[in-house]
């Protein structure tokens, strides 16, 4: 917008300057060559009524006046040959203007040229004595010095144009800028309600129209705010008050399932347990995703690596329980990437990742983690595959909505939130999650992180 108005202001500053310096321009170009024709005439018009005296002293007069004009102005003059006035200057050479002169006793100008004028202008004037043509005065004037004036002329007026759109430019930049500053300001407070900062605000400046629409979006981000708080505040509440009954509830049923001998009770109180569980993880899960768009704690550089390893350390025995092992793949031990993260975002998103790569894996499977750059140069990645039954397309393009759940190979005990949970912490941290085919068959988990400048 700020170039459209520079561009507007600019063409306006240029129509006005055409419409006041071209015809002031055209009109000195006329006033130069009306100037010149008429004292180039002037001087044709002296000389041919010397000539057309005929006597001894006008011819003499003539011939020292054509001569010293001529050398003064680098110009020529001609003069027709007459028996009475037998002047040693050049003779014209029979033309249609020194016909028109001699014959009809017409004076004629030539600027060689139709567009301003050419190299030489020629006029001829008629010598006449007592009404009688008698012979012909010819001036050949170079225009050498014309043109050079002319683009003096224009030259300046040019440049006196391009200075003056230059400063129109500045003027309008600065204008501009001005102008449009309340509505970069909403922009940045729209750009920031997309990133999920509920809390921005735009300052009520600028004309009526942009402050009115100031304080619409700041009374809608004030409503939003408040909605999305209320909600997180219930779902955070809610999610807290059902895991003290659920815990009480999975206890009630072991002492159940500890005193009961019949199998087909036991049976069914192992399923109820199982279901309490699931409900459990369901519980919270809500609890960490209402957490996580909070946002209430800010990214800073974490050790990858060091991260990877201590949560690897966590779910090897749980592993090594099913035969699964855990591979950890990557850069070298002295290169330990810094990513730029909340504190604890990284904990949870390996939980989730490892819990669902362990939940597919068959008995003796391998899941291999892996460390290294992306891409770009702030850019490292952290991935995850798994040798299970993998996804199709459909699948994939369902996996992180709310309360999804895929076919596992221990069943469908999870709470649906996982990667969900996933996408919402590292989206937060600036990251990216992805999900692609794994090498020989599986599901492999990309986690695209901004990686932290280095000091020192």
């Known amino acids: 917008m700020i170039r459209q108005l520079i561009r507007s202001y600019v063409l306006l500053v240029a129509v006005a300057i055409g419409l006041f310096t071209l015809p002031v321009a055209f009109t000195l170009t006329a006033q130069l060559r009306g100037d010149t024709e008429v004292s180039v005439e002037r001087e044709a018009t002296t000389m041919a009524l010397l000539l057309g005296n005929a006597d001894t002293a006008s011819c003499q007069a003539l011939e020292e006046m054509a001569k010293a004009y001529a050398a003064e102005t680098k110009d020529e003059v001609q003069v027709t040959a007459t028996d009475r006035c037998a002047a040693d200057l050049p003779r014209p050479e029979r033309d249609a203007a020194l016909a028109e002169a001699l014959e009809r006793g017409a004076e004629t100008v030539d600027w060689g040229s139709d567009f301003i004028w050419g190299r030489t202008l020629v006029i001829t004037v008629p010598a006449k004595e007592g009404g009688e043509v008698v012979g012909a005065v010819r001036i050949v004037y170079s225009t050498s010095g014309l043109t050079h004036r002319l683009w003096t002329i224009w030259g300046f007026r040019a440049g006196l144009a391009v200075a003056v759109l230059g400063v129109a430019a500045l003027l309008g930049a600065v204008v501009a800028r001005r102008l449009t500053a309340p509505l970069r300001q909403l922009n940045d407070m729209a750009s920031k309600l997309s990133d999920g900062d509920l809390t921005a605000r735009s300052p009520v400046t600028g004309p009526q129209e942009t402050q009115t629409l100031a304080r619409t979006l700041n009374q809608a981000g004030e409503r939003l705010d408040t909605l999305v708080a209320s909600q997180r505040i219930f779902v955070a509440d809610a999610s ?176 649906g939130l996982g990667l969900a949970v996933v996408r919402q912490l590292v989206t937060d941290d600036g990251g990216t999650v992805t999900l692609t085919d794994a090498p020989g068959g599986g599901l492999c988990v990309r986690i695209a992180l901004r990686a932290a400048p280095r000091t020192g």
């Open 240 to 415: 807290h008050q059902l895991r003290t009954p659920l815990t009480a509830l999975r206890l009630s049923l072991d002492n159940i399932a500890d005193g009961v001998d019949d199998e087909f009770v036991r049976e069914d109180v192992e399923q109820a347990t199982a279901e309490v569980v699931r409900m459990s993880r369901l519980v919270n899960g809500l609890l960490v995703l209402a957490r996580a768009e909070a946002k209430v704690t800010a990214a800073e550089p974490l050790p990858l690596r060091d991260i990877v390893a201590e949560r690897l350390s966590v779910w090897r025995p749980a592993a090594d329980e099913r035969g699964v092992t855990i591979a950890l793949r990557g850069s070298d031990a002295d290169d330990r990437p810094l990513v730029l993260a909340s504190p604890g975002h990284l904990d949870q998103v390996l939980d989730n990742v490892l819990s669902n790569a362990l939940e597919v894996s068959p008995d003796g499977g391998t899941i291999t983690v892996r460390t290294g750059p992306g891409a770009g140069a702030r850019e490292v990645v952290l991935s995850v595959a798994d040798e299970g039954p993998g996804m199709s397309d459909a699948e994939k393009s369902r996996a992180f909505d709310r309360f999804w759940r895929g076919q596992g190979l221990t069943g469908r005990s999870g709470s």
